[in-house]
């Protein structure tokens, strides 16, 4: 059964004439005859009452008619919706990102995705680099910004385009511009000064630990194990400094430490699926994402203590 069949079919029931059904069909009468007996021959059963001047549905014509209409209303309600995917008026893009960037760039990119298409749904997972190069592995995302590792390995499943280059910055309770604005950080005045530290697995306690030890000694921690918000909210109390993206530094309202060089930093990078291809939707967030980084660079507007990496 093709749906060709069933719109000569549809047609033929509609106008109760072969001839006007081919018109109307825009397709040769002998044609759409022969479609109509090689459905019935399909079906087992003859649709149509053929006598001179008058052309009736059968019983198994009367059955056939709504089915035939629905799966053609199905059919046309599928070929729309895949237009509408297609042309981006439809979709779903599913984003990882760490809670670092879901407070600093996330926001900025998607204010201008969602402007310009506002019929995509967005779905973002927060979550370490680590949790979220496994969920695109997994299928389970279409895009994730990700740290990429020290090392500079990545999974060959992925393939990885280099952002930025962040610098890592020094968070204390709010002091007075001009001692902040004159002073910069060696690691090793982190020795014997109580942290606050994140939780294992983000990138930010990997990288401030190899900086300490890099200095020759272990960093104390007052606190340990926090998400971001938590860390953020720990120094303001008063617990003790934290190593924290420059991004989240500029927005958080503490007192801002940059490290003397060659400093701590970390680079941001947009990672997908090799073997599987990108979505239109997920395309265009992504070609959003680095359209937005060259206007920043272009216009001066990159966050403070970044560098964009993109060519």
């Known amino acids: 059964m093709q749906l060709q069949q069933l719109r000569y079919f549809l047609a033929v029931a509609e106008t109760r004439h072969f001839t006007r059904a081919a018109e109307a069909a825009h397709v040769a009468q002998p044609s759409l005859s022969q479609q109509i007996r090689s459905l019935e021959r399909e079906l087992g059963a003859e649709l149509f009452h053929r006598t001179r001047g008058n052309i009736a549905l059968t019983d198994a014509g009367d059955a056939l008619l709504p089915l035939a209409r629905r799966i ?19 979709g779903r893009v599913r984003l990882g990102a760490p809670p670092s960037l879901c407070t600093s760039l996330v926001p900025d990119v998607l204010r201008v995705f969602r402007d310009r298409y506002p019929g995509v749904a967005l779905v973002v ?14 299928g389970e995302l279409d895009l994730a910004l990700i740290i990429t590792p020290p ?28 001692r902040r604005a004159r002073r910069r950080a060696r690691v090793a005045e982190l020795r014997g000064r109580p942290l606050v530290m994140f939780r294992e697995g983000y990138d930010v306690r990997e990288a401030t630990l190899a900086a300490c ?72 967030l992504r070609a959003t994402l680095l359209a937005h980084l060259h206007d920043a660079a272009r216009d001066g507007e990159l966050p403070p203590g970044t560098r964009l990496l993109l060519p």
């Open 72 to 90: 053609l209303a199905d059919t046309e309600s599928a070929r729309l919706a895949v237009q509408e995917t297609v042309q981006l008026r439809r």
């Open 125 to 138: 997972r927060e979550g370490g680099s680590r949790d979220l190069v496994r969920s695109l592995a997994a």
């Open 151 to 178: 090392s500079g390995e990545q999974a060959p499943a992925l393939a990885v385009t280099e952002l930025l280059h962040e610098e890592l910055v020094l968070v204390s309770p709010l002091v007075s511009t001009e």
């Open 213 to 284: 030890r890099a200095a020759g000694f272990e960093p104390e921690f007052a606190v340990e194990g926090g998400e971001m918000d938590a860390v953020l909210g720990f120094v303001r109390a008063g617990i003790g400094p934290a190593v924290v993206p420059g991004m989240v530094a500029a927005r958080s309202g503490l007192a801002v430490t940059p490290f003397a060089g060659p400093g701590l930093g970390r680079t941001i990078a947009v990672a997908h699926g090799h073997e599987v291809p990108l979505t239109r939707a997920a395309e265009a």
